[in-house]
């Protein structure tokens, strides 16, 4: 893949901490997070791993949390362990101050991940996700690839193709979708892959429409998503974004990467009427939430540096009513015809 890798402030710290065993790399690591991500001794009880994962999934994703009230009961349990590994991940990755530290962190959860498969789980995640990948019979690939994701965070800051960011999210958000079809045994036969490639389609739609939200956010920790190629096209440089001022280039480049991501969205859109019903109200949800945060950002004429792009309060309650129609009357789901009628509002 051609990439262009840029230097942040971690990388300026690298010959300090590259003297540093990995053990000590760790605890430096696991000192910055919360004390109950630590892999303990002994491991927990099913039910306690499950409540863990519960407590987690609940209080760190208010979206993930409505999502779940729309599943039936004896999913939860496995969409509770998926977010719990996605979010320990991602913050091994991303709040731990060091590139050494970080990648020691994701190095050693990878190891965690094999051991899980191996049936020799100890971390409370991997306690409840033996067991939903035992009854969904869920591959490793989508977590291995996450973590690959994680990694290249680490050391990958700038992209030169819109091909280049594509392939960033195979890894980092089409996996989420794969997961979610596998624990609602909605994972595609072997004669075809449609559904994940309409999976793969949302989430990378999804992924892109939170990097066109974060700009701001993401350049404070150093990294551009925005494809180098788009903004020397546009006449965009990292000086602007830095600037925090949207030029009328910097706003044609965002107008024309938001219509890309729109156009993934309704390629995945199809999937929601393949599904059953009730994971066809998370992905109406869903799809709906991402295609708001793109109305958003167009509210703001393109401006995602003075303020980042938000979806109230009462809006994202309408997306759950919504999507709870869309349940009962089907026709509305924007799967099943609901477009023309999302597109009206």
């Not at 009961?73 to 709040?95: M, N, Q, T, V, W």
């Amino acid at each position: 893949m051609s990439v262009a890798t840029g230097k942040t402030d971690n990388d300026a710290a690298a010959p300090e901490t590259g003297a540093l065993d990995r053990d000590e790399l760790l605890a430096r690591g696991w000192a910055a997070l919360p004390e109950s991500y630590r892999i303990p001794e002994v491991a927990p009880a099913l039910d306690e791993a499950r409540a863990y994962c519960q407590r987690l999934a609940e209080t760190h994703y208010e979206n993930f949390h409505v999502a779940s009230w729309f599943l039936p009961k004896a999913l939860r349990p496995h969409f509770h362990a998926i977010y719990a590994y996605c979010r320990i991940s991602d913050d091994l990755g991303d709040e731990v101050g060091g590139t050494a530290e970080a990648l020691a962190l994701l190095e050693l959860w990878s190891e965690e991940l094999d051991a899980c498969y191996a049936g020799k789980a100890r971390h409370p995640v991997f306690v409840a996700l033996k067991e939903t990948i035992r009854e969904c019979s869920i591959p490793k690939e989508p977590f291995a690839d996450l973590l690959t994701a994680f990694r290249q965070d680490q050391t990958v800051t700038r992209y030169a193709t819109m091909e280049d960011v594509l392939a960033y999210c195979r890894c980092s958000a089409n996996p989420v979708g794969r997961l979610v079809l596998y624990a609602c045994g909605e994972a595609p036969t072997e004669e075809s892959d449609e559904r994940f490639r309409l999976s793969d389609a949302t989430c990378t739609a999804l992924q892109l429409a939170n990097f066109w939200q974060d700009v701001r956010e993401d350049y404070a920790r150093g990294r551009v998503y925005l494809p180098q190629k788009d903004m020397q096209f546009y006449h965009v440089s990292d000086v602007n974004i830095g600037e925090g001022i949207a030029t009328p280039e910097f706003r044609a480049l965002l107008h024309c990467e938001v219509e890309y991501a729109r156009e993934l969205f309704e390629e995945g859109l199809p999937l929601i009427g393949m599904v059953n019903r009730d994971l066809a109200v998370d992905l109406d949800l869903f799809s709906r939430g991402g295609l708001e945060i793109l109305r958003a950002i167009e509210r703001q004429d393109y401006d995602v540096l003075s303020a980042r792009p938000a979806i109230s309060k009462t809006t994202k309650a309408g997306l759950a009513l919504r999507a709870v129609t869309a349940k009962l009357l089907p026709f509305l789901s924007l799967g099943r015809g609901g477009r023309r009628t999302e597109q009206a509002d």
